[in-house]
Every structure is written in C-alpha cells, then in structure tokens.
C-alpha cells in the first residue's frame, strides 16, 4: 500500500508462533500484488506474489490473503523462526507493463525466543 | 541464482559532488532499476530502463540522471549532490515478461555531507 508514515509498524511474535503482516494498497484496480522480505542490510527478497483472481495462495510456510473488497492484503507465516526477523513489505503493480510498482513502508518483523 | 551487485555499500560525498552508483547484473534482464529507500516510506521509484540506452522516469526523477550504455550495467548520477539525496539506493533488475519478480541488489547507503 501507499500509507506514508516516519515510523515503521512492528510485530513481534514468539518463535513457533504464526505471524500475520497487513497491508492497505491504495488502487482498487490493482491486479497484481507481491510480498519481500528485506533483512538488515541486505536487498528486499521476493516472498511470494498474488494476482487479483485469487484470494489466497501458499508457498512453503507462507500464506498471503487478498481481500478486494477492503483493499488488504496480508502475510501469514507459519511457525516463525527467528531467521524470519526482517522488514516486510508489499508492492502493488500500477502499470499493465510491470515497470511501476507501489511498495508500502514496510513491517518489522521481530521474533523473540 | 540471479545476482544483483552495486558498486559500494557505503559512501560519504560532499554537497556538490558528482555522484556515480554502478549497478551490475549478470541473468541478462532487459530491464533496470534504480530506486531509493527512506525509514518509513516505501522504495520510491527514481529511473528504470528496459533496454540498452533507453530510459524512463519513475516517480521522483529530480536531481538524478542515469545510464545505461551495456546492457548488464545501470548507473544512477547524483551532477550535484545535495543532503536531501542522503539515503539508500537500490538497483534492481527483471525479464521483460513473464514474473514480474525484481531481483534487488544489497543497496548503497550514501550519505551526503
């Protein structure tokens, strides 16, 4: 989504528990949607990515949900680990080429042992 | 696996100093991109390019040129840098079709003085 702020959102989660991140995207005909994952000091690495036809798609450990209706996208992970700690942040396509993407600002993720 | 690298992971540069970030790719992608990343905000498009030579706009062009003369190699200009420019570049890469997977590289933090 497009939601701008100073301050990054943080979720911690215990290690084993399932973590679910949230994002607002902002175009209603957006149809093409993906989640990375940026660790500290490294390039975002792409996660798992859904089209708007679907509602829901898994990858190993990953789950993410769209909701068209209420513009909300999120990222379930299943038994996090604390390799799971990093930045997590969906992008939305704006463009019918792929060139253009919207990205959020991002979730931390912090997993406590 | 695909490998995006940049030039330097760390610079400090002086207000009015010419800035060059070299980004290079070695998966033949056709198209590039420079972004930058500031806390809070989500990356924020500067140039892409989809072929050798030839570049676009994104979102915030202002200040920043680019070049793109072989088509592994991207290079993002500051002419004159300012300290409004102090932030953290990421070059990513992609195919023209099919995923619209990026791969990012680890970033430039580049602080201007």
């Known amino acids: 989504g497009e939601s701008v702020g100073l301050h990054l959102p943080t979720l911690s989660v215990q290690e084993g528990d399932n973590s679910i991140i949230n994002c607002a995207y902002s175009?209603?005909?957006?149809?093409?949607f993906i989640w990375y994952k940026q660790e500290s000091g490294k390039g975002p690495q792409f996660i798992i990515d859904?089209?708007?036809?679907?509602d829901k798609r898994q990858g190993q450990r990953v789950t993410v949900l769209l909701n068209k209706t209420v513009k909300h996208l999120s990222l379930q992970i299943a038994a996090t680990q604390p390799g799971d700690s990093a930045v997590y942040f969906c992008a939305e396509r704006t463009d019918n080429y792929g060139q253009n993407f919207v990205f959020g600002p991002g979730t931390r993720l912090s997993v406590l042992p | 696996d695909v490998k995006v690298t940049q030039s330097s992971r760390y610079l400090v540069k002086r207000t009015g100093e010419k800035v060059f970030l070299e980004c290079v790719q070695d998966?033949?992608?056709?198209?590039m991109f420079w972004y930058r990343q500031d806390p809070g905000l989500g990356l924020r498009l500067i140039y892409f390019?989809?072929?050798?030579?030839?570049?676009e706009k994104g979102d915030i062009p202002e200040g920043y040129s680019v070049s793109r003369e072989k088509k592994e190699r991207f290079s993002l200009i500051l002419e004159s840098a300012s300290t409004n420019q102090t932030s953290m570049y990421l070059c990513?890469?992609?195919?023209?079709?099919?995923?619209?997977?990026?791969?990012f590289g680890p970033g430039t933090r580049l602080t201007v003085l």
């Open positions: 990513a890469s992609r195919r023209p079709s099919g995923s619209y997977t990026q791969y």
């Open positions: 859904i089209r708007s036809n679907m």
């Open positions: 175009n209603s005909a957006s149809d093409y």
């Open positions: 390019s989809y072929d050798v030579k030839m570049k």
């Open positions: 998966m033949d992608h056709e198209n």
